[in-house]
């Protein structure tokens, strides 16, 4: 049974920032690691990636400059550093794990930003 275990979210002001972590049950560095974002009202959207063979990174417009992911293979955990937070990327915050059709999810872990 694969399992990813997000930590790190919490309440934290505007201009603020947090450290999401993802560890995993399966080796990493053979899966595209991806977060996504559930926002209430909203369809789940993704944030941010990182591929598994060169690390390469893509991040969603309204994220880029203020977000990145990291990987550590060693430990099979990913991170998402989140700086200069807004009320807008208030969410619950998926982390996933792809290779080919297969996909692995996290339970989620909430981030709320808010004064």
């Known amino acids: 049974q694969v399992q990813l275990v997000e930590s790190g979210g919490g309440l934290v002001q505007p201009g603020g920032s947090l450290r999401l972590s993802c560890a995993a049950s399966v080796t990493i560095s053979r899966y595209a690691m991806r977060w996504f974002r559930q926002a209430p009202g909203k369809e789940r959207e993704l944030v941010a990636s990182?591929?598994?063979?060169?690390?390469?990174?893509n991040y969603a417009d309204s994220v880029k400059g203020r977000f990145t992911i990291s990987r550590d293979n060693a430990k099979n955990t990913v991170y998402l550093q989140m700086n200069s937070l807004n009320s807008e990327d208030t969410a619950v915050y998926y982390c996933?794990?792809?290779?080919?059709?297969?996909?692995?999810w996290g339970q989620g872990t909430q981030v709320t930003v808010s004064s």
């Open positions: 996933n794990a792809q290779r080919s059709s297969t996909n692995y």
């Open positions: 990182i591929t598994s063979f060169d690390g390469r990174t």
